[in-house]
């Protein structure tokens, strides 16, 4: 069974700062997408960024990038220029044949 | 184009009670999934479908039942409501495929008392 561990409960970052956010995951599976989200107080979960397992370019969006290390089952999330409105919940995401697979997810606090 | 909505936002119920949520998406999604999300847990997958007609158990199905008469529609059903069903529900829909990115609903708080 695929499993997705997110070993950081909380993190602080500084306004302006970089920060990164841990995801390890386990799956037999060679074909899957990988995830983060961002849960703001508000509850909506908000796609930040994909990642396609058989692409080894490292996605991009805007100041949220991404660390995909596939041998070593590692997709940390890097933000850049952290801004008070990044705080929120930060969920990885696994998914594979059916179904989707979440961390237990990191607490971002943005200081200002 | 509402996206996907959930009804309703909030809900207490008593211990034993029943009730539904529903899901709806506008989307023509054909996958859809009903999750519970608790502090310290993230999010579990409770039931999911692969399209109309279809539903499937996902990692903590005990407790609840699901249907998908309508492609737009995914409901979700407690017959007899314990305090541990006490949580935050998601509905997410998917366009084609579950690699794909999910669209979320704004979340059902249930208390069961």
């Known amino acids: 069974a695929q499993t997705v561990t997110q070993s950081q409960p909380e993190m602080s970052v500084q306004e302006a700062e970089t920060v990164t956010l841990s995801c390890t995951y386990d799956?037999?599976?060679?074909?899957?997408?990988l995830f983060w989200y961002k849960q703001p107080p508000s509850r909506q979960m908000i796609l930040v960024i994909r990642?396609?397992?058989?692409?080894?370019q490292n996605a991009t969006e805007n100041r949220f990038s991404v660390n995909f290390q596939k041998a070593a089952k590692s997709f940390s999330l890097k933000i850049s220029d952290s801004q008070l409105g990044d705080a929120a919940m930060y969920f990885c995401?696994?998914?594979?044949?059916?179904?989707?697979?979440f961390g237990t997810g990191t607490r971002l606090k943005v200081l200002a | 184009n509402a996206g996907v909505t959930q009804t309703p936002k909030f809900r207490v119920l008593k211990t034993g009670q029943s009730m539904t949520l529903l899901c709806a998406q506008d989307?023509?999604?054909?996958?859809m999934y009903w999750y519970r999300q608790d502090p310290g847990m993230g999010l579990r997958l409770i039931h999911y479908?692969?399209?109309?007609?279809?539903?499937a158990k996902g990692e903590v199905p005990d407790g609840y039942n699901v249907s998908r008469l309508k492609k737009q529609n995914f409901l979700l059903g407690l017959e007899s409501a314990a305090p541990s069903q006490t949580s935050v529900y998601f509905c997410?829909?998917?366009?084609?495929?579950?690699?794909?990115?999910?669209?979320f609903g704004p979340g059902t708080r249930l208390l069961v008392l």
């Open positions: 997410a829909s998917v366009a084609g495929g579950p690699r794909e990115t999910q669209y």
């Open positions: 995401a696994y998914s594979g044949t059916y179904k989707y697979i």
């Open positions: 989307m023509n999604h054909e996958y």
């Open positions: 990642q396609e397992a058989y692409k080894q």
């Open positions: 479908s692969v399209g109309e007609g279809t539903t």
């Open positions: 799956t037999s599976e060679s074909d899957y997408y």
